[in-house]
Each structure stands twice: as C-alpha cells, then as structure tokens.
C-alpha cells in the first residue's frame, strides 16, 4: 500500500530519493530534514544516512504495483533535480511515471534551472504536473524556468511563503498553492501576501489553492481565506481524483513512513 499523505493537495507520497540540501531562505526550517533526523533516530533503515541524498532503486517501480489511481506526490522527502541525484536516475524515474499511466504525479523542485536543462530529455506524458517552489519575489525566476517546460501541467508552491509576490506569470501557471509556515520557527505570513496571488489567479483563471496559514500550532489558525476555504484544482479529466477530502490538521511527527 501507498502511505496516505497529510499534505492536502495530494493523496500519497513516493521516495525513490531522499534527502536534500537547503540552497535558498524557505528551506531554513525544511520539515523534510526535522523528519529525515528523527526517522534515523528512531531508526528508519531508509533514513539510516539522515537528509543525506541516498538513492532507493528498489522503490523505483513502486508506483505500478498500486493498482488503484491515485494523485502522487513524488519524492516529498526530496528534491528530484537535486545536482548530486544522476540523470539517469531521474530518467528512471520519469519511465515509471510514463508507465504508470493511471496515476497522476506531481513533482516540486527548486533547481529550475537543471529541470530546464534536462527538460528536452524528459518524457512529458499527461499525468506528470511538474512544479516548482517559490517563497517570495526573489525566487520568481523558477516560474519563467518552469514555463518553459513540457509539462502538460504546470503549477507553484509558494511554501512557506515569506514575503510578498507581486509579478506572478500565471497566465503560463495551472494552478497555485500558498502557505504558511508551520513548526517551532515558523515565520509569520501576512494575509496581503496571500490575497495579492489570489486575486492574480482569479484574474487569470488560474487554480488557486490555499493549504494554511501555518504557525507553531497550524491547526489553531486554520486555513480559511476571507472566510472560505480555497481548494480549487487543475482540470482533472486526466485523473480520475476526487477532491474531497478534508483538509487534515496533522502535524509533522505523525507522520508515519515506513
């Protein structure tokens, strides 16, 4: 079975890597890497090198043994264009997900610039929705790198967002999803942040997905914009996906990998 994810724009999670390295100001609190360093303490084989980049060959063909169609988030426990993870890795990776076709993936980096790169050499099917992390106007430039892909679907995390974005290119963007910070260190986010990417998505008939407004305790500041909630999603005809779920207020140290 598929670990079921806590995160709730997604279903479940795949990790064929983990690890990675923080390279810009959203990664300073990275839950991934509180969690990959508690995992090892409570020793998780899978975690036994902590957030160090190790590689899973044996969970590579993971995903086709899940026979029931499910939204995937691909590697939450890393990043798939880290620098020290080969290409033909990611190669592999891609084919399972170009084999797979009943599931949907997604992907999220911050290393728009080797996502460009190796861009013509990736296999685009319908189901991979690739996208990139953002977490103020500093780092917009990932989302030029993005467009620029062949992804059928493309689309922003700006999470943990730490500041405002104010040129946002959603006209090339699928959807959006925006976030606080959450844990012991949490930055503050500021409501005007968040409207200001709202209303460039209605403006632009982009999806617009807002996850939390974070803090030390998450589930005590909830997640409801202007009074709703905002759980819009790409067009899911590729998918058979049904978003319905609650929104789930689970922190971090529940998780449970296996």
Request: charged share 25%; hydrophobic share 35%; with cysteine.
């Amino acid at each position: 079975m598929a670990r079921r994810s806590s995160i709730e724009w997604t279903e479940s999670s795949w990790n064929p890597v983990t690890g990675c390295s923080k390279i810009s100001p959203g990664c300073k609190n990275c839950y991934a890497d509180r969690m990959s360093r508690r995992l090892k303490a409570m020793g998780n084989i899978r975690y036994k090198n902590g957030f160090t980049i190790t590689l899973h060959h044996d969970l590579l063909e993971q995903p086709l043994q899940w026979k029931t169609p499910r939204l995937i988030f691909v590697n939450s426990m890393s990043d798939l264009f880290h620098p020290r993870i080969p290409s033909r890795f990611i190669f592999e990776v891609f084919k399972v997900m170009n084999m797979a076709h009943w599931h949907t993936f997604q992907i999220l980096t911050k290393r728009s610039e080797r996502l460009l790169k190796l861009n013509d050499k990736l296999s685009w099917s319908r189901n991979i929705w690739m996208g990139t992390s953002v977490e103020n106007s500093n780092f917009s430039f990932r989302i030029n790198h993005l467009i620029k892909t062949g992804a059928c679907i493309k689309f922003v995390s700006i999470e943990p967002m730490i500041g405002p974005i104010y040129h946002l290119p959603a006209r090339g963007i699928d959807w959006v999803i925006v976030g606080g910070e959450s844990g012991p260190k949490a930055r503050q986010i500021s409501p005007e942040w968040v409207r200001l990417v709202r209303d460039i998505c209605l403006k632009n008939g982009t999806s617009f997905f807002f996850k939390q407004w974070g803090g030390k305790q998450k589930w005590i500041n909830g997640r409801k914009l202007d009074g709703r909630y905002w759980n819009e999603m790409p067009d899911l005809k590729i998918s058979p996906f049904d978003y319905n779920k609650k929104a789930l207020e689970i922190d971090d140290a529940s998780f449970n990998v296996h």
